[in-house]
């Protein structure tokens, strides 16, 4: 069993990034480890990068996930997931990217392009030892709302059973953040079956 | 939570529930990122645990009126962000020769190096050299919250504020802290303040007496259950502070060294000489681990200095430059100074990685900074457009601190930004130079919390001189950039506080005009600073505007959906309300050719209806 583990949640502004974070320390807490939780942001409300790292563990390590070290990449957003690689990916890498994008400035008045998405995951295989992705459109449509994607993607990195915490905690931590709201369990339990279907790259 | 339960929180939560089991009885404080949480963790439970907590007008009002309470022997803590303290340096400086009775006064200053979310970074640990104060850096978010208890036992014993720095590392981590029992003491009465709270007529005096019980100070230190610093004869030693005590750590494993010893400063200022150069005794190279400037470094030396006839040490750090002098420290940056002095390599990522991360890097777009979709901001700084285009001279617009600030990215919408009320200060230099040739009309640009802040002082300033200038203040009644504090003149306010109006005040200083116009009323706030530019003199326009995340949540559904008719919109020659106007809410269908709104980022504020040339945007 490795030494620790050190999770990346890569995405902008508003998509639920720290509610992520703290649902897995939380679950981390749930299994007796001593967690850091560690966030990047600029003027983070208003659209900009956000990246959470949670570094779960024995020990009060500090809170940034050296370079290189990262294990696992939980990407909301699928260009974000790319700049946390370039930023922190390593050898053991593997990145779980959702397949929404969200536009930037530049992108919506067509003064840049938006990365295609086999681009961004043809990038993200040369830098990471394994890249799933998930598209969870359709099921937030289906819940009508966007504000669960992190509890979808939290449900796909339990489906890729790559997190060393377990299923269960991770769903109980997420109750302890969130509440237990249907939309969330939904959204939890839809992206659990997507990232079990998810093959790697 | 009681004591011993082992709770996730945050560096700043911590410091918040340190301060609460010292028996805290008063805060005050102005919202800073990164420092505003200490302050609203103390606000859920202050009326249950009867604790007075205010967000003061600005830190130098939120550090006086703590220094009172603490003269009235009551316990207070004043948090702020690194810049606020610049704002209330002048007191401080003042009331460390005065004294702070036996209430006991504790200032957080959290710094923020790189600047994440400020416009420099600033090391305000000089503060506390300059004004003589004893300065604590706690390294993790436990000894944040165990710090504080002793914090005030400092104050308390020599009547003097003690700092506690924190950075947006430490004070934005979370992580485990046990916790400690919360004092139970019945409210106890403010008894008199004490006499002589003034340094004059011999400050000398007062400054002497400040140097001794500093003396004192570093006596305790030199005893701090706080500090880790153990003899070694480990070769090389780092010196760390606050969190690079964790970058240290995995540095050092991550090189796999082991003739380093890791040594621990938490009370770097008055520096406890003794146990220090005891520490560093015998080593041959001592590297400084901190954040900010080479402060313990340059204090550091000074020692060695002074330590006659004996060999020192090689020190590195910032002084010899490997670490950077400027940004943030991380684990990377440590290992790098570790592998350049002990000639050990240190490779984070095979050099094949870096090339393939650095054609990567091609892919990605930027995401400055923006306005929330339906922000009054962006419809002001729309309007200030327009009736530029429409004037015939040139015009310089100064702005000012808070969300309006990303105008910077808007279109260039603001020509500077520096402090709060630099927008009316700066205006009311600019708006005299006419008769030196200077022929733009200048607009001053604020908010409501900024305008109480500091611009009154400007605004009398530009009153009194005359300058002419066209002062704009967008009152979207909250302070939105730190999370929608109420400001004084919110029409919602925090227990009894009263609210105060913004154009009454305005009134008072006597302005040639002055109007009052509405942000998403694009057309009008367009005539209005347009007519304003025309005229001569100090004029002031009111905008009310709309914090669209402060809004309630169901205020859109209460309005009528705005769409964009297909039909209408030309297309791809146009694009205007995406590349100019640039809501983020409007998105570009490139299959059918024409802008499209969608719907569930939209909040329907219409702002957009009049800058669409071709009347395609629509309600509905
Ligand atoms: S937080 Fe409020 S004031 Fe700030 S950009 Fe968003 S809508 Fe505008
Ligand atoms: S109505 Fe227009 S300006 Fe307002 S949020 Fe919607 S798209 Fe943006």
């Known amino acids: 069993m490795k030494q620790h583990q050190n999770i990346l949640i890569a995405g902008v502004g508003g998509q639920g990034n720290l509610v992520c974070g703290k649902t897995l320390a939380q679950a981390a807490v749930e299994e007796g480890y001593k967690p850091v939780v560690g966030q990047i942001f600029g003027a983070s409300r208003r659209g900009g990068t956000v990246q959470t790292h949670v570094r779960i563990s024995n020990s009060n390590l500090g809170p940034l996930i050296p370079r290189g070290d990262v294990h696992i990449i939980l990407g909301l957003e699928p260009m974000e997931t790319l700049r946390a690689a370039i930023e922190y990916a390593g050898p053991e890498t593997i990145a779980l990217m959702s397949e929404t994008p969200v536009q930037t400035v530049d992108s919506l008045a067509g003064r840049k392009l938006y990365p295609r998405l086999d681009e961004l995951r043809g990038s993200l295989s040369a830098l990471a030892r394994r890249v799933y992705s998930v598209d969870p459109t359709e099921t937030l449509e289906d819940l009508g709302t966007y504000r669960v994607q992190n509890s979808y993607m939290l449900g796909a990195l339990c489906g890729i059973q790559t997190a060393r915490l377990s299923k269960e905690s991770i769903k109980t931590g997420l109750i302890e953040i969130v509440g237990r709201s249907q939309p969330n369990t939904e959204a939890f339990e839809e992206g659990l079956k997507a990232g079990r279907c998810a093959v790697s790259e | ?620």
């Open chain 2, 1 to 620: 939570m009681i004591e011993g339960d082992q709770v996730l929180m945050s560096g700043n939560e911590a410091i918040a529930r340190g301060a609460i089991e010292a028996g805290i009885r008063f805060c005050a404080s102005y919202p800073g990122t990164p420092s505003t949480e200490i302050t609203e963790y103390i606000m859920k439970t202050s009326d249950r645990r009867d604790i007075h907590a205010e967000w003061s007008t600005n830190e130098k009002v939120a550090l006086e009126a703590s220094t009172a309470a603490s003269w009235a022997g009551l316990p207070a803590l004043c948090p702020m962000k690194s810049l606020g303290l610049n704002v209330a340096a002048d007191f401080l400086l003042n009331v460390n020769l005065s004294g702070t009775g036996d209430g006991g006064l504790v200032i957080v200053v959290c710094d923020d190096p790189r600047g994440h979310s400020s416009s420099n970074e600033q090391d305000s640990r000089f503060y506390s050299k300059a004004a003589h104060l004893p300065l604590l850096e706690p390294s993790s978010c436990q000894q944040a919250k165990d710090i504080m208890p002793y914090a005030f036992e400092i104050s308390k014993r020599y009547e003097i504020p003690v700092i506690v720095r924190s950075t947006t590392r430490l004070s934005h981590t979370r992580a485990i802290v046990e916790l400690g029992e919360v004092p139970d003491i019945e409210i106890e009465s403010a008894h008199d303040i004490p006499s002589n709270l003034y340094n004059v007529p011999r400050p000398d005096f007062k400054h002497k007496q400040l140097l001794a019980k500093l003396d004192d100070i570093k006596e305790d230190f030199e005893k701090s259950r706080f500090n880790k610093l153990d003899s070694s004869d480990k070769r090389v030693r780092i010196l760390a502070s606050g969190i690079t005590n964790r970058y240290s750590e995995e540095a050092m494993r991550k090189l796999d060294l082991e003739d380093i010893e890791i040594l621990s400063i938490t009370t770097t200022f008055p520096l406890p000489g003794k146990s220090v150069l005891k520490a560093l005794d015998s080593a041959t190279h001592v590297l400084f681990a901190e954040e900010g400037q080479p402060f313990t470094e340059e204090n550091v030396a000074v020692l060695f200095a002074k330590r006659k006839n004996r060999t020192v040490p090689e020190l590195h750090g910032k002084i010899d430059g490997v670490i950077e002098r400027y940004g943030e420290l991380n684990v990377d940056k440590v290992a790098h100074a570790l592998s350049r002095i002990t000639g050990c390599e240190f490779r984070p990522v095979p050099p094949e990685f870096e090339e393939r991360a650095q054609k990567s890097r091609e892919l990605l777009l930027d995401r400055p900074p923006t306005f929330c979709p339906g922000c009054g901001h962006r419809a002001v700084y729309w309007a200030i457009k327009k009736a530029k285009q429409r004037f015939d001279k040139p015009v310089v617009v100064t702005g000012d601190i808070g969300c309006y600030s990303m105008g910077i990215f808007y279109d260039s919408s603001l020509d500077t930004m520096q402090a709060m009320g630099s927008s009316i200060g700066t205006a009311s230099g600019l708006g005299q130079l006419s008769r030196f040739g200077f022929d733009q009309k200048v607009i001053a640009v604020a908010g409501d919390s900024t305008f109480f802040h500091a611009c009154l002082p400007g605004l009398v300033n530009a009153r009194n001189k005359n300058a002419d200038l066209t002062f704009i203040v967008i009152d979207n009644n909250t302070t939105a950039m730190t999370g929608f504090q109420p400001s004084p003149s919110s029409h919602i306010q925090r227990g009894e506080t009263f609210s105060v109006d913004i154009e009454n005040i305005a009134r008072a200083a006597l302005p040639d005009y002055i109007d009052i116009g509405i942000a998403s009323d694009i057309p009008a706030t367009t005539d209005l600073i347009h007519e304003n530019l025309t005229r001569d003199g100090l004029k002031i326009i009111i905008v009310k505007a709309v914090c669209r995340l402060a809004e309630r949540e169901d205020s859109k559904a209460e309005r009528p959906k705005v769409y964009i008719d297909a039909d209408s919109c030309i297309g791809e020659n146009c694009k205007l309300c995406m590349t100019q106007f640039g809501c983020l809410a409007i998105e570009w269908n490139e299959e059918e050719d024409h802008s499209e709104i969608e719907n569930h980022l939209c909040v329907r504020c219409g702002d957009c209806i009049v800058v669409c040339p071709h009347d395609a945007i629509r309600r509905g």
